[in-house]
């Protein structure tokens, strides 16, 4: 196992908050999308319960086969979620991920969209559009998904900034989308033939971030700043907003009762004929908001008070007395917030996570699925949570097996056998990077000199004193010699029931290490080193060269003497036959982390952004993975199987 940078952090929380920063990212402390949900002015015709996902499931897999085995159902961000009925539900998040829920199990939808897509909605199951950033817009016909190209309509910058933040579809000849070019607000009609921009009454330079309607001649359109914007009809005109905070979901259910959530806990109402501060104690960014039709809130005159507000509570707390429903609006957002209104007041509900939810969709009367941060689901039915998705999202930094079973190590210990995965209680709270093991027992290494052993069925720490507190990246034994490689060069090796200090020609950090007997061992690591271990001293190997580029090179494996491969940064891809290292690849753009093999025509090398590739004994090729995650490790068992780990608790398998 090898790592793109030293990861300091021992514990990453389920699913950690999503990084922003551009104008791509939630606004102020956050932004979002409204997952949609179709107007609310009637409730759907024979439905049924959305049921509980079977076990097991079928698994979600990409277009080359690499199958989701952690988290489940998948592990990629879901940004917006829409229901046609509880058993036709549609999500989709970054990296083009589209996902389909039939009340049961989960399927990906393989389309050639590799772009986020921030929102989806639909007129009808068989008229459903999902839009994102570079004007991507899909379009889902009751069988099939088609793309568009909206780039040349929506960027105004040149720049590839334009985005699409939100999407409502009134009809199939009538669906709009808001969003950004780069310069403007922007919002887009399509007529059933084409697409077009629509005028804005008033200069908008804030991002829209959502829209919904309550007909076709009724709409409305909220984003950054506070902006409102609201359609007659025949034209898009400001309304008066009372709060100049980021307004990053829109929902209703009548054309006089709609809300709108955002940033800082920011919640304001519709009343027919002004809108009105509505937050009472609302905390955190809101990323969705869904309104049910349950009791929905009485009419208010312009000027009368909004109810006394809540005491501000923690959002994962349930309050001592929970006002009674019925509940007829739930908002959505980070930390895993849950709020509920009732008509008076707003309460929060506990969600079983810390982790951000984007988007909902009701079900049917008090029923919603929520979609979030590294794949989650939940669905939430009155006072009761039933979380549709599974696994840690905590960093997967290593694997190794033995045929019965698999080992996967970082910020947590999993062990994989013909059981399923069990979540091991580990001696340490350190991360762990690398680990490897024999008929004894396995080796874990990581953080400030830890070094694990599980044998006789125990994980124990086992102090070794050579290693102080450098940090060790990889184990890895073969005939009598178990290897540790670390920082600064260091190298250690099992003797006399612990390990020694080895010297090495390099003083750079040493990032893994491979061998096939006493004296037939590698070790690289930054700074392009190689060293081989002739069974009496390490040796520098010079690499040749890399087309000037100083390349951290993260992993060593080969299928015997005269077949060693090594893999780093800048895509770089070396070949040892022998004699002499030759470049094989440097693609650039993205770092390999790991390289492994089950023979010399069967070779498999992952990496940042999801990379996977394979060499088939005369080139490489990529393997589309299905996740942006970086993949760390990757290792296959004896039935064929290639497991590959990463960040964000991701375990794909490939199984040939």
């Known amino acids: 196992m090898k790592i793109a940078a030293r990861l300091y952090t021992v514990c990453l929380i389920a699913a950690a908050l999503a990084a922003c920063g551009d104008d791509d990212s939630p606004a102020a402390d956050g932004g979002g999308r409204d997952g949609g949900g179709k107007p609310m002015s009637q409730k759907d015709a024979g439905e049924e319960d959305a049921g509980v996902p079977e076990t097991p499931a079928p698994p979600v897999c990409s277009v080359d086969n690499f199958c989701w085995e952690r988290p489940t159902p998948q592990g990629e961000t879901l940004r917006a979620v829409w229901s ?92 709009w989308a808001v969003g950004h070019t780069g310069v403007n607000a922007l919002i887009i009609h399509y007529d059933g033939e084409k697409w077009s921009s629509q005028p804005l009454m008033a200069a908008t330079p804030q ?35 009372p709060t100049g905070g980021a307004l990053n979901a829109i929902h209703g259910l009548a054309a006089h009762d709609v809300w709108a959530v955002g940033a800082g ?65 739930w908002a959505f957002g980070e930390k895993g917030h849950v709020f509920r209104y009732n008509g008076t007041v707003w309460a929060p509900l506990a969600s079983g996570t810390e ?161 096939i007997a006493d004296d037939a061992f590698w070790a690289v690591g930054d700074g392009g080193s190689v060293l081989r271990w002739d069974g009496m001293a390490w040796l520098r190997v010079p690499t040749g060269p890399m087309g000037g580029v100083v390349t951290n090179l993260r992993a060593v494996w080969g299928s015997g003497r005269d077949d060693v491969w090594v893999v780093g940064t800048e895509g770089t891809i070396l070949h040892w036959n022998g004699e002499r290292f030759s470049a094989m690849s440097q693609a650039g753009g993205f770092s390999l982390n790991d390289v492994w093999g089950r023979s010399a025509s069967e070779i498999y090398a992952v990496g940042s952004g999801g990379t996977a590739l394979r060499y088939d004994g005369s080139q490489w090729n990529a393997l589309q993975t299905g996740t942006l995650s970086s993949l760390q490790s990757v290792f296959g068992d004896d039935q064929g199987r290639v497991f590959a780990v990463g960040l964000d608790g991701v375990v794909l398998v490939l199984a040939n």
Request: no cysteine; aromatic share 10%.
């Open 84 to 175: 046609a009925t509880p058993n036709d539900v549609w999500g989709v998040g970054d990296g083009g991920v589209v996902l389909h829920y039939d009340g049961k199990n989960f399927r990906a939808e393989h389309v050639d969209a590799h772009t986020d897509l921030l929102a989806i909605h639909g007129s009808a199951a068989n008229d459903v559009w999902a839009v994102g950033k570079g004007g991507l817009v899909l379009h889902y016909d009751g069988s099939a998904w088609s793309k568009n190209d909206l780039s040349s309509v929506i960027d105004a910058s040149g720049a590839g900034r334009g985005v699409l933040y939100g999407v409502f579809a009134a009809a199939p000849n009538a669906v």
């Open 265 to 329: 806990g920011t919640a304001v109402h519709w009343n027919g004929t002004t809108w009105t501060n509505a937050n009472m104690g609302l905390l955190g960014a809101l990323f969705s908001l869904q309104v049910d039709i349950a009791a929905p809130p009485p009419l208010m005159d312009a000027g009368a008070p909004m109810p006394a507000p809540m005491p501000m509570m923690d959002a994962g707390m349930l309050p001592p007395m929970a006002p009674e429903g019925p509940w007829s609006v």
């Open 355 to 515: 982790a951000p939810f984007y988007a909902a969709t009701r079900l049917r009367e008090a029923s919603l699925i929520a979609v979030g941060e590294h794949g989650q689901v939940s669905r939430f039915q009155a006072d009761s949570r039933q979380s549709l998705s599974g696994g840690s999202r905590r960093n997967h930094l290593g694997v190794w097996g033995d045929g019965k079973t698999m080992w996967v190590v970082g910020d947590e210990i999993e062990r994989r056998d013909a059981n399923g995965w069990q979540t091991m209680t580990s001696p340490t709270e350190r991360a762990l990077y690398g680990v490897w093991g024999d008929k004894n027992g396995v080796w874990a290494v990581g953080t400030a000199g830890t070094v694990v052993r599980y044998e006789n069925g125990m994980l124990q720490t086992r102090e070794v004193s050579a290693a102080g507190d450098a940090w060790l990246h990889a184990v890895w034994g073969a005939a009598n010699t178990v290897w540790i490689v670390g920082d600064a060069g260091l190298t250690l090796v099992a003797a006399a029931g612990s390990f020694i200090k080895v010297a090495t020609p390099v003083r750079s950090n040493l990032s893994d290490v491979w061998g």
């Open 207 to 241: 991002v829209l971030r959502a829209i919904w309607g309550f007909s076709a001649d009724k709409l409305w359109a909220v984003g950054d700043a506070g902006v409102i914007r609201v359609y007659d009809g025949t034209q898009w005109i400001a309304d008066k907003s």
